[in-house]
């Protein structure tokens, strides 16, 4: 009888100890994760300002510039909504107007991102696939030979 209890306190005791472990790397876990939004889905439900989002969509032709601090600013763009970018950094060398990117960092303001990582696509035919899915949906960006009806027709 002793035998038994003292098996049945062991099973309890790393039964909690696992349980304590899988509840503190949950934890962990959850603030690395960073959430994928189009600027639509931005402006809908906006994520909050403490939470570190990624955005994607198409540079917005003319809207890069540069402020008075060094900053770049450019617009991000899904075709129906508009997400302004402030970026302290080098650009990659592929960045450019009317190219996918997909920034990474936190709100400052509504619509305002304050930008920690610029991802930009790293040839012509490579679209990141959560981006092109979002323009998709808007009907913005077509893959390589689709048409606008066949790209929402999928």
């Known amino acids: 009888m002793r035998h038994r209890n003292r098996r049945l306190a062991t099973i309890a005791a790393a039964g909690i100890v696992l349980t304590i472990a899988v509840g503190l790397g949950l934890t962990a876990?959850?603030?690395?994760?960073?959430?994928?939004?189009?600027?639509?889905?931005?402006?809908?439900?906006?994520?909050?300002?403490?939470?570190?989002?990624?955005?994607?969509g198409l540079v917005e032709t003319g809207s890069v510039g540069e402020d008075e601090d060094g900053t770049i600013r450019f617009v991000i763009t899904d075709g129906a909504a508009d997400?302004?970018?402030?970026?302290a950094g080098i650009l990659p060398d592929l960045f450019r107007e009317g190219?996918?990117?997909?920034?990474?960092?936190?709100?400052?303001e509504r619509?305002?991102?304050?930008?920690?990582?610029?991802?930009?696509?790293?040839?012509?035919?490579?679209?990141?696939?959560?981006?092109?899915?979002?323009?998709?949906?808007?009907?913005?960006?077509?893959?390589?030979g689709e048409t606008a009806g066949e790209a929402g027709s999928e």
Request: glycine share 10%; charged share 25%.
């Open 29 to 56: 876990m959850r603030s690395a994760i960073v959430y994928f939004y189009s600027p639509s889905e931005v402006m809908a439900d906006h994520p909050g300002f403490d939470e570190r989002v990624r955005v994607g």
């Open 99 to 108: 190219q996918g990117v997909i920034v990474q960092g936190r709100f400052a």
């Open 83 to 87: 997400v302004t970018v402030r970026y």
């Open 111 to 144: 619509g305002l991102l304050t930008a920690e990582t610029v991802l930009a696509k790293h040839d012509e035919n490579y679209m990141p696939a959560e981006v092109a899915d979002a323009l998709r949906e808007t009907g913005v960006w077509q893959g390589e």
